[in-house]
């Protein structure tokens, strides 16, 4: 049986003889910046120069340096990151040929290498604890992430892991357990924003017998790697909140269901799962209490639409992942016909801290209506992008311009003034404008200002951005993830996306959008699952706040943003001195002119490349 205190004690004997702690970090962006290069480079070079350095904590070990990894740290944009402890140093966009130099400074002579720590607006920043990106957030699921090593089940328990299911298991029955989640508040964080303890409840009090606990972790959205990175970076969070979901609900079987496109997620929960196991905190009888709870991994071909739980579930008993009218609902009949409780990474990771801390404690930290915090990964046209935690009632502008730095214009330099939207729940969420910068995100104000939390995808757009274009490229998206199994989103969907593709191209008229709003109408009210009945959102919310670019693309053929190509032209002002260089540059011989004299431009010939602009040095062409 696993004894927690005891493993918590070898822990701390070995933390005890660490110098200095280096962790790399090894979420799937800084792994692809090359950031377990770095770890090797570590080891190799620390043995060159003769500093003890370890990379694995046992009691017997000397004095040391402890080198690990680590899920993702959030801060991508500035990977490869690299954390020294306790001095608490973060450095960024570390190279291999930076070791050396951070083991000589930072590690013999506790200095910091300043050229290596981030800079904004002129002032250098030493590590998490003042840098504005870490310190404006409020981290709970995610603050594990980054620091504790995700593939060593031992400091998970030394940090307090396992202590909550432990709890449950032992001193709690299972109607306590409902009691507390649906005092708490949580809510569903997979996009549905459903009261997870009356889900909980409703799979309860199903007569005893089989039932299971599916954990979703596909994750389909674009932009969206939330539920990844707290897969990668704390796999055992999630382990514990299916524990103690299982004994709530009286299952003793589970899965994780994870898109086989995240690897390294997979690879790190099955050694998770696989360490619980061996360590006896999954199997029969845990932690002595009689409750028993088996789990496996189990690997989804990656489709948007078993984010819906009842096509989850047809994935997961082998068949084609297609949704199926509710009722029933899968807490009275799901997997193979019993009881299932689904619920999302997220969810089941705050899951535990609601165990240690009380209801009342967690009801403390986001909005009434929305209590806790929500993870958010974070991109578009901001200074940093990457994954952030906030409390629920946080607005858009704080996490804009505070947590992320401001808005970046098309050079990558701060334009605050340049925002323009804000696309918020991937597919099924929808765009907000400037007027919603101080709105509370929460379930509730999201869904009346016409969109939602979703799984928490978040893309800020400038103004360079056609509001036209990003509606259609959600319902490109949406169309190619259609099961196909009802006509209102297989045939609707496309529908809408041939309307909008009229619009870009320039071939709409006045009878477009009438007929475009009828049908996103109609899918929204007659399509089989979620996924068909949110597929409208990005249209109608574009439509609803961005009207006017609409019917320039439609009544005056314009593009305003100068995305659409169809519908953009190039001019050549009276700045043209004639040095030829656009001439000379462009692939189809479409600009004509004597050397130092105006150019001008064949509309008919012109492919719209961009390239005469680009070449310009007088700012003398023009799109428009």
């Given at each position: ?6 493993i ?5 004997k ?70 020294v ?6 450095y ?19 200095e ?49 892991g396992?202590?909550?299911a ?23 964080r ?25 954990c ?52 790190r ?5 696989a ?25 989804g ?65 986001g ?62 969420g ?5 007027a919603?910068?101080?709105?509370p ?22 103004k ?20 196909g ?62 009207r ?8 005056e ?12 032209n ?55």
């Open positions: 049986m696993i004894d927690l205190d005891k918590t004690a070898s822990v701390e070995s933390v005890a003889k660490i110098d200095k702690r280096i962790i790399i970090c090894a979420g799937t962006g800084c792994v692809a910046n090359g950031s377990l290069k770095i770890f090797e480079a570590f080891k190799e070079t620390a043995k060159e120069m003769g500093i003890n350095l370890i990379i694995e904590l046992k009691e017997e070990n000397d004095k040391a340096s402890l080198l690990s990894k680590s899920g993702c740290q959030g801060f991508c944009q500035m990977g490869p990151l690299v954390n402890l306790p001095v608490g140093i973060l960024n966009k570390v190279k291999v040929t930076d070791v050396k130099e951070i083991l000589e400074k930072s590690i013999k002579s506790g910091i290498v300043e050229r290596l720590c981030y800079r904004g607006k002129g002032k250098a920043y030493k590590g998490q604890e003042d840098i504005p990106f870490y310190t404006k957030q409020h981290r709970m699921v995610l603050k594990q992430c980054g620091v504790i090593d995700p593939e060593n089940i031992d400091e998970y328990i030394y940090d307090g396992y202590r909550a432990k709890k449950a298991c032992i001193e709690m029955s299972d109607k306590e357990i409902c009691d507390l989640i649906s005092a708490s508040g949580l809510r569903g997979g996009g549905g924003g459903f009261p997870s303890g009356r889900k909980w409840e409703a799979a309860r009090t199903q007569p005893k017998g089989k039932k299971y606990i599916i979703n972790g596909d994750e389909g959205d674009p932009g969206a790697f939330m539920d990844r990175s707290v897969m990668e970076g704390n796999p055992h969070s999630v382990i514990e909140g299916m524990i103690i979901a299982s004994k709530a609900i009286g299952a003793d079987e589970g899965y994780v269901y994870v898109r086989t496109e995240y690897a390294l997620a997979v690879e929960m099955k050694k998770a799962v360490e619980a196991a061996k360590k006896g905190a999954l199997g029969k009888n845990i932690f002595g209490s009689g409750h028993s709870f088996t789990l496996y991994v189990m690997e071909a990656g489709a948007f639409v078993c984010g819906e739980e009842t096509a989850l579930i047809a994935s997961v008993e082998g068949k084609r992942g297609m949704p199926s009218p509710k009722p029933p609902f899968p807490a009275q009949s799901g997997l193979w016909g019993k009881p299932t409780i689904i619920n999302n990474v997220e969810t089941l990771a705050t899951v535990p801290m609601i165990i240690n801390y009380g209801s009342e404690t967690f009801r403390k930290i909005t009434e209506g929305s209590p806790g915090t929500k993870t958010f990964a974070l991109t578009g046209h901001v200074l940093n992008t990457g994954l952030i935690e906030v409390p629920f009632g946080t607005t858009l502008r704080h996490i804009i311009f505070d947590v992320s730095g401001g808005v970046t214009d098309e050079k990558g330099q701060i334009e605050d003034k340049n925002f323009k939207a804000v696309q918020i729940g991937g597919p099924s929808g765009c907000l404008t400037e919603h910068l101080d709105l995100l929460d379930f509730d104000s999201l869904r009346k200002a016409g969109a939602m939390v979703g799984s928490g995808g978040l893309v800020v757009m400038n360079n951005t056609c509001m036209v274009n990003v509606a259609k490229f959600f319902m490109q998206f949406t169309q190619n993830e259609s099961c199994k009802c006509v209102l989103c297989r045939e609707g969907t496309r529908q809408m996306l041939m309307m909008l593709e009229d619009i870009t191209d320039g071939r709409a008229d006045e009878n477009t959008i009438p007929l475009l709003e009828s049908l996103a109408k109609a899918v929204q009210v007659g399509s089989l699952c979620a996924l068909g009945k949110t597929a409208p959102n990005p249209v109608l919310s574009t439509l609803k706040y961005f006017d670019e609409y019917d320039a693309h439609i009544k053929k314009r593009c305003p943003a100068g995305e659409c190509v169809n519908l953009i190039y001019s050549i002002s009276d700045k043209c001195i004639g040095c030829t260089a656009c001439a000379m540059k462009c692939p189809v011989k479409a600009i004509k002119g004597e050397r130092k004299q105006k150019h001008i431009i064949d509309i008919a010939s012109c492919i719209k490349c961009g390239v005469c602009m680009d070449v310009c040095k007088f700012k003398a062409v023009a799109r428009g």
